[in-house]
């Protein structure tokens, strides 16, 4: 298994992911995240990555059924449309702001490992060509890890973002509630008077004692989102 984070790649693949049959060998099946996939779906796939991983490799580099409804179930339960066509299979989420797309007939190998067309295409977005975020997995992904993934993307739980993360379509059609500053505890004025009382004791002569930080400031705002 080898996974990769590449912030200063080529193109927009933040998270590589592939296993190999052989540690010198080609590679069985890839999955890519670009860097604008919600944190919490990579998450979601490296976690069950990880559990698949200790159970050896008829797990994580095969599989244990490998159904594409497998994947579909987490998003249809969700509400998705699932339209069953001639080459492929498409879901698409109420909002249409989200999909996932499944030919049928596999992609040659090669191209799928060194191109940029894979077997499953999930994306989300405003555009249908060019989606703000998406992820790849090739044909020999394990199932249960792409569904791990759809499962997530179903979630309804909130995610914490701050404010300067939410993009245009996140401002306009997600639910935002705004998370409010924690109150300082005791602990937390004790703290900042033992703070200051040190800064006052260390000072050295001639010099202005640095401004202290009020009770009150907190960390940047950030909003909780549904």
């Not at 590449?6 to 010198?24: K, M, T, V």
């Not at 409010?180 to 002569?205: N, W």
Request: net charge neutral; hydrophobic share 30%; proline share 10%.
């Amino acid at each position: 298994m080898r996974l990769g984070y590449l912030p200063e790649g080529d193109d927009d693949g933040l998270w590589r992911i592939s296993a190999y049959d052989d540690a010198f060998g080609s590679v069985r099946w890839a999955a890519t995240f670009n860097d604008r996939t919600p944190t919490e779906f990579v998450t979601a796939f490296t976690t069950a990555l990880a559990q698949a991983y200790t159970q050896g490799p008829d797990t994580y580099l095969h599989g244990a059924t490998n159904e594409p409804a497998e994947a579909f179930t987490p998003l249809t339960a969700a509400g998705w449309q699932h339209d069953r066509r001639a080459w492929t299979d498409e879901l698409t989420a109420p909002d249409s702001h989200a999909r996932l797309t499944y030919e049928h007939l596999a992609p040659d190998h090669q191209s799928e490992i060194t191109g940029h067309h894979s077997r499953w295409w999930l994306r989300g977005g405003t555009g249908r060509r060019y989606p703000d975020w998406y992820a790849t997995f090739t044909t020999h992904t394990p199932t249960q890890l792409i569904t791990a993934t759809t499962t997530a993307i179903a979630d309804p739980t909130p995610v914490t973002r701050y404010t300067r993360e939410l993009s245009r379509l996140t401002r306009n059609h997600a639910q935002l509630t705004p998370i409010p500053p924690p109150i300082p505890t005791p602990l937390d004025v004790r703290r900042a008077h033992a703070a200051r009382a040190r800064t006052a004791t260390t000072q050295r002569p001639g010099t202005a004692a640095p401004r202290p930080v009020p009770l009150s400031a907190t960390p940047a705002s950030g909003r909780r989102v549904r």
